[in-house]
């Protein structure tokens, strides 16, 4: 015997996916990892040289992560406070960070030895980096200071305050330019971003943002540069005097980071609306954008083009792998984590990752380790596949219909505490099969939409059962699906299939008109939406005539007749009121239309 299958839901046509050669490149950075870390991830910054290692800021700790495997490979927790902006030097031996303490550090990357600490700011450092020289230090404070240091020193060779034409707010972020040691720019909660020159006393250069200025960048050679800031980011002509060439407003929320593509053809920023927005240099304009779970705060692209890293405000750190020929070649490609088990990828990953090794251990029985071991195993070319066969899961509603109870299933369907009965059902279905009480039934439609009540009315056209579902109906059990069609009869997808319904229940509870006044509400409110559907229709087609004069007009004026339209007259929605027992009247342009019904004027079908 065959298996009773769920009914088919109804598809409508969509439009087609815009797929450009720029979508299909960004879309091949998949196998998305995500790792919780302690805090919000402030700062991800690649090593210059290979294998591009990544830093990145989070909590009080630097985590640098392999780029082969994408687990932690040294962690760096020697801070006092928070960490920010962990920043690698141009060789990727050494990487500089700040801390909410007013603490700078320098260490080495491959000892986590404490090489340096720089104690004179009095706010937290946002912002550090290396200069192009290798051996000098810049940092931005909250304190409204930059200070410049040396390597073989212990207090700052250089400062810029408030009285050298500096910021009067907060700094929380700065870039040094890398072809010039001198030259490094600034942007401060004051909305002003800043040029400095360290052969000179104060700012060269002043740019007003318009908003408090989260990230800046440059270009090589430093002729443009960027800023961004509120819902925008900007460029900037250095070259022209701090000249603004372009303002781009791709986002919704505050723009909380900006990142470029090796080739510095394609610039990226992140935002607190979820999303990272891919621009063209060449006109600014989106070409692509990735979407995320949580608000983000940093994003960075790998030097070789193969990693995209993102770090989320709630602690997500989401690591996007482009698969390579080589790394296909060495089968450090994995295949993608199934949505289902994204999360506990999440919440599992700290387990499983210990100190960039993955534990030699067996997985211990009936930990998630030994449920999915096995799940990244792909078949042979010489291997047998045996295709596992489930049987259908069908929902409340269709449990019903395969037992023929067609009333029962409309009206849980259309009911409005449609989640209080399914978890009814459940507990019957539990207490009959011997199943769990706490185990949900699968795919439990959304009451609100209104695609499920619609399939299971073309089940029952198909079954010859309607008439048989809507007979011997008490007004209050045809009150949801009279608010149903109300609701959905002006959607021209539906529109079709509830006219037949709603004819179907005038034939069979006509007598009834003008007996109780719940039926009677319902039917003045459907006729007064027909009535205002067929209102809209008129004004449609006097539109579509005035386009006509007017496209008529333009082709007499172009070749010297007339051309026809030619257009086809469409149909109305116009049902058959007057053999429901309703007066027709006539309207102002000669055509009849739908009365507005009252009790009033219901006919009197009592004897």
Not at 87 to 97: I, K, P, Q
Not at 269 to 288: G, M, P, Q, W
Request: hydrophobic share 40%; net charge positive; aromatic share 8%.
């Amino acid at each position: 015997m065959s298996e009773w299958k769920p009914i088919p839901r109804r598809q409508f046509p969509k439009l087609p996916g815009l797929r450009t050669e720029e979508s299909i490149y960004w879309r091949k950075y998949r196998f998305p990892v995500l790792v919780k870390e302690t805090g919000a991830v402030t700062s991800i910054n690649f090593s210059p040289v290979r294998p591009h290692d990544f830093a990145v800021t989070s909590g009080m700790r630097v985590q640098i992560y392999s780029q082969s495997n994408q687990a932690v490979r040294r962690s760096i927790s020697r801070f006092g406070d928070v960490a920010y902006s962990g920043s690698y030097r141009r060789d990727g031996s050494l990487l500089v960070a700040g801390s909410e303490d007013a603490s700078v550090q320098v260490f080495h990357t491959q000892t986590r030895v404490i090489l340096r600490t720089y104690k004179a700011h009095l706010g937290p450092v946002r912002a550090t980096a290396f200069a192009s020289d290798n051996v000098t230090v810049i940092s931005a404070s909250d304190d409204r200071t930059v200070k410049l240091w040396d390597l073989s020193a212990d207090e700052p060779k250089q400062e810029f305050t408030t009285t050298d034409d500096g910021h009067s707010d907060y700094i929380r972020t700065m870039v040094p330019n890398l072809d010039n040691p001198n030259l490094f720019l600034t942007g401060s909660y004051d909305h002003t971003v800043k040029l400095w020159d360290a052969r000179t006393a104060g700012a060269v250069m002043t740019m007003e943002h318009g908003a408090p200025v989260e990230c800046v960048r440059l270009f090589p050679g430093g002729s443009v540069a960027l800023s961004a800031g509120g819902d925008h980011w900007t460029a900037w002509d250095m070259a022209a005097g701090g000249r603004a060439i372009h303002q781009v407003r791709a986002h919704k929320k505050t723009v909380t980071g900006l990142a470029f593509d090796p080739d510095y053809t394609r610039i990226l920023s992140c935002s607190l609306d979820h999303t990272v927005k891919i621009h063209d240099v060449r006109d600014y304009s989106v070409t692509h954008s990735v979407v995320y779970p949580a608000p983000l705060l940093s994003v960075a692209l790998s030097p070789d083009n193969t990693h995209l890293v993102a770090g989320m405000a709630n602690g997500l750190l989401s690591i996007r792998h482009r698969a390579t020929a080589a790394s296909l070649a060495s089968g450090r490609a994995v295949a993608p984590v199934p949505a289902a088990t994204a999360a506990a990828e999440a919440t599992t990953q700290a387990a499983i990752v210990n100190d960039g090794k993955r534990s030699a251990r067996p997985p211990a029985s009936g930990s998630y380790r030994f449920f999915v071991r096995g799940r990244g195993h792909q078949p042979g070319a010489n291997d047998f596949t045996v295709e596992s066969r489930r049987r259908p899961r069908l929902q409340p509603f269709e449990r019903l219909l395969k037992n023929y109870e067609y009333q029962a299933a409309l009206d849980l369907v259309l009911s409005p505490d449609y989640s209080q009965r399914l978890e009814k059902l459940r507990r019957e279905h539990s207490s009959q099969y011997g199943q769990p009480s706490n185990k949900p039934f699968p795919n439990q439609a959304s009451p609100a939409s209104p695609l499920v009540v619609i399939s299971l009315l073309e089940e029952l056209v198909q079954r010859s059962a309607l008439q048989q579902t809507l007979l011997n109906r008490s007004d209050t059990d045809l009150l949801p699906l009279f608010q149903f069609i109300i609701r959905h009869i002006d959607n021209p997808r539906y529109s079709s299939l509830l006219i037949d319904v709603a004819s179907m229940l005038l034939d069979l509870y006509d007598i009834n008109a003008g007996k109780s006044t719940l039926l009677d509400d319902m039917l003045v409110r459907l006729s007064s939406r027909v009535a205002a559907e067929l209102q809209t229709q008129r004004r449609l087609f006097s539109l579509i005539g005035s386009l006509d004069m007017l496209f008529a007009a333009a082709s007499t004026s172009t070749t010297g007749h007339i051309v026809p339209a030619g257009r086809p007259e469409a149909p109305m929605l116009q049902p058959d009121v007057s053999a429901r027992g309703f007066p027709a009247r006539s309207g102002p342009s000669g055509v009849d239309s739908v009365p507005v019904i009252s009790p009033a004027n219901l006919p009197n079908t009592s004897n």
